[in-house]
């Protein structure tokens, strides 16, 4: 793993992140909500980028992991912004590859209709799209909307997860899954059956919404929300690798021969 640099950006946010050169498209990881570059699905992704001489960039969100700020700031529009900003900062024109865990699948759906034609391809790991809308109960969307802060209990942690006013309506600001996504790249789906956070039906929903003809979704019968066990991590890893990788050329089969 690289050392961590950081982006400072012109409103005095410093964006923590880790990148390794290549050769072809700069994957991208985008974590989960509460979520860091420390976790095992990016570090597997930079050590196969590493390995095989592909570009990656890891990042924190402002507020999160090594990147300093407050938690209760961040947004999605916030977060995306940050995700272009770091792109637009690398020494490259390679197009680029977004991998988005959770809530990152949201922000890499929304940077990915600002990267345009420079959008490779997408990989959505349990992305949860809209999760402020079908992820809260109207009792609390109500508190969130007269500016409280809601608190729910957190099975990954011992403290609880907030949901801050703002990261809220920024969300139902950038809800997606009612219209057409305009995003013609190809994009991987990938969701276990089994997850009690983002119900599987959300990638097939998003499937449908993408403009794209070349989607692809993977349910993993057995699989929970995090997708992190290490067959898990493989099949992510195979799936990343089709899209940066050169295709290969499979010969035709020869004409049959007469008798």
């Given at each position: ?120 391809g997408l990989v959505g790991i349990a992305p949860a799209p809209d999760f402020t809308d079908w992820g809260i109960p109207q009792m609390d969307k109500a508190m969130l909307a007269d500016g409280e802060t809601i608190f729910e209990d957190n099975p990954y942690g011992p403290e609880p997860t ?98």
């Amino acid at each position: 793993m690289t050392s961590t640099r950081f982006l400072d950006l012109s409103d005095g946010r410093s964006i923590a992140y880790r990148f390794t050169p290549g050769t072809g498209p700069v994957i991208v990881f985008l974590p989960g909500y509460m979520s860091d570059m420390t976790g095992s699905k990016a570090g597997a992704l930079f050590e196969m980028a590493q390995a095989g001489g592909l570009p990656c960039l890891l990042f924190d969100y402002s507020g999160c992991g090594e990147s300093p700020g407050h938690f209760g700031e961040g947004t999605l529009s916030r977060w995306t912004q940050e995700v272009l900003a770091l792109v637009s900062a690398l020494e490259t024109d390679e197009k680029i590859v977004l991998v988005g865990s959770s809530m990152g699948g949201w922000v890499m759906l929304l940077a990915g209709l600002a990267l345009g034609e420079r959008l490779a391809g997408l990989v959505g790991i349990a992305p949860a799209p809209d999760f402020t809308d079908w992820g809260i109960p109207q009792m609390d969307k109500a508190m969130l909307a007269d500016g409280e802060t809601i608190f729910e209990d957190n099975p990954y942690g011992p403290e609880p997860t907030p949901t801050h006013p703002a990261f809220w309506a920024d969300g139902q600001a950038n809800l997606l899954l009612g219209g057409e996504i305009a995003i013609d790249a190809p994009v991987r789906l990938l969701h276990g059956q089994r997850d009690a956070d983002v119900p599987f039906d959300i990638s097939l929903q998003l499937a449908q919404a993408l403009r794209s003809a070349d989607v692809q979704v993977t349910l993993i019968k057995d699989g929970d929300h995090r997708l992190s066990r290490d067959g898990d991590i493989r099949l992510l890893l195979r799936t990343v690798a089709e899209l940066v990788l050169p295709k290969v050329t499979v010969p035709a089969p020869a004409a049959p021969s007469e008798s």
